[in-house]
């Protein structure tokens, strides 16, 4: 029964895809898709902020009732402690306002722009396999509130898959670009570190921020790099182009940089293996939705995919997250 899902997930897909990606005999079909005006770059930027906004979920508690413990809409479970929360160094008493995030599939993680990349040793990009992505910040008055003990999550392992003793703790990193690193925590230990226990996550955080719950995606294929042609007037301002691995569905790899000159995103590690089954999406903005396409790819050495503003169509935001995580 699980194949047969599996098949017609695949089927179904794979007919949307190649209805958006191959031009229609309606010239006046065509005649709309060559005349699309490309976003601005803050058209773009708004609609990622609105999925920011729909994924985000606020709580308001007592500092002074010490230990707080807090329950999210998916069962991660936020164990805080409000004596520890400072302002600018001194305690914090009274009302505090905690907004919290939490990403477990690769629509919600696109739509969002929270790719699961994480730094190599030597400095590389490469995809990772989440856990669960969060943000956490608390606030007073507006105001942005540190602590001195850290934090606790408690994540069911179900909501990806089953419980996986490699993960470790990762945190966010978001440059001038927008663009979301994720760097392994070091810490002292007890501090910064996921222990697994039975079906869930354990992660001790040291402070606010991005968290991830990961580990590296592994495959020991020749790796090549990548680059993809967005169509005309689009590039890394008002576009963006991601990697959906076939059999991952809580990793989502994008190319973060862009070749002014060429006009072409690139994946310029070099870490993706050659042979892998996956689909390149490209997106971005078209009067308040989304505008996309997206292609199945067997990744070949030095590949350059080229998409056609003739190959995209549009849609909402949960119509996107559904074909994403839809992917095989």
């Not at 004596?83 to 009274?94: E, K």
């Not at 392994?184 to 001790?204: K, M, R």
Request: with cysteine; net charge negative.
């Amino acid at each position: 029964m699980k194949h047969l899902k599996t098949i017609l997930g695949t089927f179904f897909i794979s007919t949307m895809v190649f209805t958006s990606c191959n031009p229609n005999d309606d010239g006046d079909n065509i005649t709309q898709q060559n005349n699309v005006t490309p976003a601005t770059e803050a058209q773009f930027k708004n609609i990622r902020d609105e999925a920011i906004s729909n994924h985000t979920q606020n709580f308001i508690f007592n500092a002074d009732d010490g230990n707080i413990s807090l329950t999210s809409d998916n069962g991660v479970q936020i164990n805080i402690n409000g004596n520890c929360l400072t302002l600018n160094g001194n305690p914090v008493t009274g009302q505090v306002d905690l907004e919290y995030i939490e990403l477990f599939d690769k629509g919600s993680m696109l739509t969002t722009n929270k790719p699961t990349m994480g730094t190599l040793p030597n400095g590389d990009k490469s995809l990772l396999i989440s856990g669960g992505e969060f943000f956490i910040e608390a606030t007073q008055n507006g105001n942005q509130l540190a602590t001195n003990c850290g934090l606790q999550l408690i994540i069911p392992a179900s909501l990806t898959g089953e419980a996986d003793p490699l993960m470790s703790l990762w945190e966010g990193e978001i440059d001038t670009e927008d663009n979301l690193t994720w760097n392994e925590v070091d810490g002292p230990a007890q501090e910064g570190e996921v222990f697994v226990e039975g079906n869930e996550y354990y992660g001790l955080l040291q402070g606010f921020g991005w968290t991830n719950v990961d580990r590296f995606y592994s495959d020991t294929r020749p790796k090549t790099e990548l680059l993809v042609q967005a169509p005309n007037g689009y590039n890394f301002s008002n576009s963006a182009v991601y990697l959906s691995y076939d059999g991952e569905d809580s990793g989502l790899a994008s190319l973060d940089t862009y070749d002014n000159t060429l006009n072409l995103f690139s994946e310029h590690y070099g870490q993706i293996p050659i042979g892998l089954e996956c689909h390149i999406i490209f997106v971005t903005e078209d009067n308040g939705v989304w505008r996309y396409a997206i292609k199945p790819v067997t990744i070949a050495a030095n590949s350059t995919i080229v998409f056609t503003i003739q190959e995209t169509t549009i849609g909402t935001e949960a119509t996107l997250t559904a074909l994403i995580n839809g992917l095989p």
